[in-house]
């Protein structure tokens, strides 16, 4: 049987079932510790759910204890075995070069898998919170998001023969994520309300195993995997660390310095935008807006109008503008549009904050591009496996520090993480002028390569 080359199925349904998983996940975290502070049955009827609008009502307090306790848990349970998930994107896929993609895509997979379930197991039976802390530092053993990025566009990078293909086939995979997280947003409320936190859960284990028949039975590689194995554990480790350590040490001056500061702005741009869209959940489900799980479903959901627009960005204004003109046009977007959530008090207003972020999507795909542009064939691998680092540590660092501001200060202004979070895009658009201030060109990519084409050379020599 002729295997497929084709990654884009795996990466929707991946993203629909994760993205879906995350708000019933923390709605379920919210309900269990509603009923253990309150000691009354989580309220939900007509679209709304409960809130205590009265600050003078003693459940009014309890309802903001109960806000900074989700915040808290939902942070610490997402810092649960991230160290572990580091290491493992590190070593899967920067080990794609030579030892194929695949690995880096199933053993996610398998991963999610075993979390749905248990997430099935605990919602049926009640289980403790804390159960949930065992489960995410296992899966953590089997990658996790980063590394199921890191190889999927790997996988794609490989499939493409022009640098303008690799831009648009990174925001086809992009577009893909915000699309089927949007869906996955918007179905998770219907599929909550229709069946209960244990079927919700429960289909997102089956979606998981169809993509491990899949990449395990239909999938090819785009790595031709090396007959030669390492001789020994040192071996292997000093093989899988050198191809990080050379893409830096090897590298001439300015390649590596603009690696660097693309690194930086990728960085940090997904630190603000990851911390401050992540609190969008408990933001909606708190007073005024006290929304439900339909209506967080639907805000879920209108990220993916924010994904096509991004999109239909990168691929009409690429015909026009410089790639890092984009991540500019990117960032501004983001900033307008957090801002204005800051201070969204109505459900109209809350969902009108999509439109001065329609472009926000941009930077991710489009830095993605620029850094593979940058190296060598040989060095995707190696290029995506600290991006992968980069984002897992990123989310891990924004989730603790925008949460743990969001506790502190849901109580008098909890807008006030969306204000810090547009603050911070300030650095990552000062790096871009630093980079583009260096007459940074979409020349470059070709005086790069073949400075370390010389270098490479050289040392042969």
């Not at 089956?206 to 040192?234: A, M, W």
């Amino acid at each position: 049987m002729k295997k497929l080359l084709v990654v884009e199925p795996v990466v929707a349904f991946y993203m629909f079932a994760a993205f879906a998983s995350y708000p019933v996940m923390q709605q379920y975290v919210y309900r269990r510790l509603w009923e253990e502070t309150i000691n009354t049955s989580f309220v939900d009827n007509n679209n709304m759910s409960y809130c205590e609008l009265n600050e003078t009502d003693p459940i009014y307090l309890k309802q903001k204890e109960v806000q900074e306790k989700a915040s808290l848990f939902t942070m610490k349970l997402d810092l649960s075995g991230n160290f572990i998930s580091i290491l493992v994107a590190f070593v899967l896929v920067s080990n794609g070069d030579r030892c194929g993609r695949k690995i880096s895509l199933v053993l996610p997979l398998v991963g999610n898998l075993l979390t749905s379930t248990f997430l099935s197991i605990t919602a049926y039976y009640s289980l403790p919170l804390s159960f949930l802390f065992a489960s995410a530092f296992v899966s953590s053993f089997f990658g996790g998001m980063a590394t199921f990025l890191g190889g999927a566009f790997s996988f794609v990078v490989d499939l493409c023969e022009t640098e303008k293909q690799k831009t648009i086939r990174i925001a086809v995979v992009d577009f893909i994520l915000g699309l089927m997280s949007g869906l996955g947003g918007l179905s998770s409320g219907y599929i909550l309300r229709g069946t209960g936190f244990m079927w919700t859960f429960a289909t997102f284990s089956f979606l998981h195993l169809i993509n491990v028949f899949y990449c395990t039975c239909c999938l090819g590689d785009t790595v031709q995997v090396s007959e030669l194995s390492p001789r020994s554990l040192k071996e292997g480790m000093k093989e899988t660390f050198s191809g990080i350590y050379l893409l830096f040490k090897s590298s001439s001056s300015r390649k590596r310095t603009s690696i660097i500061l693309m690194l930086c702005v990728f960085m940090i741009y997904l630190f603000t935008m990851f911390g401050g869209s992540s609190l969008f959940t408990l933001y909606e489900l708190n007073a005024p807006l006290c929304w439900d799980a339909i209506y967080v479903g639907y805000g879920s959901a209108a990220s993916t109008l924010i994904s096509l627009t991004s999109f239909l960005g990168v691929v009409i204004l690429s015909q026009y503008l410089r790639d890092i003109y984009l991540v500019f046009l990117g960032i501004s977007s983001y900033i307008g549009g957090i801002i204005m959530a800051a201070f969204a008090n109505t459900t109209l207003l809350m969902f009108l904050v999509r439109i001065p972020c329609s472009l926000c999507s941009m930077p991710i795909p489009v830095l993605r591009a620029m850094l593979s542009k940058t190296v060598l064939p040989t060095e995707q691998g190696a290029i995506f496996a600290c991006i992968a680092c980069l984002e897992v540590f990123t989310a891990s660092a924004s989730i603790a520090i925008f949460s743990s501001v969001y506790a502190e200060t849901v109580a008098w202004f909890p807008g006030f993480t969306f204000l810090l979070s547009a603050a911070i895009c300030i650095v990552p658009l000062s790096l871009l002028s630093w980079l583009k201030c260096g007459a940074w060109h979409e020349d470059d990519y070709v005086h790069l390569v073949s400075d370390e084409d010389s270098v490479g050379e050289s040392a042969d020599s």
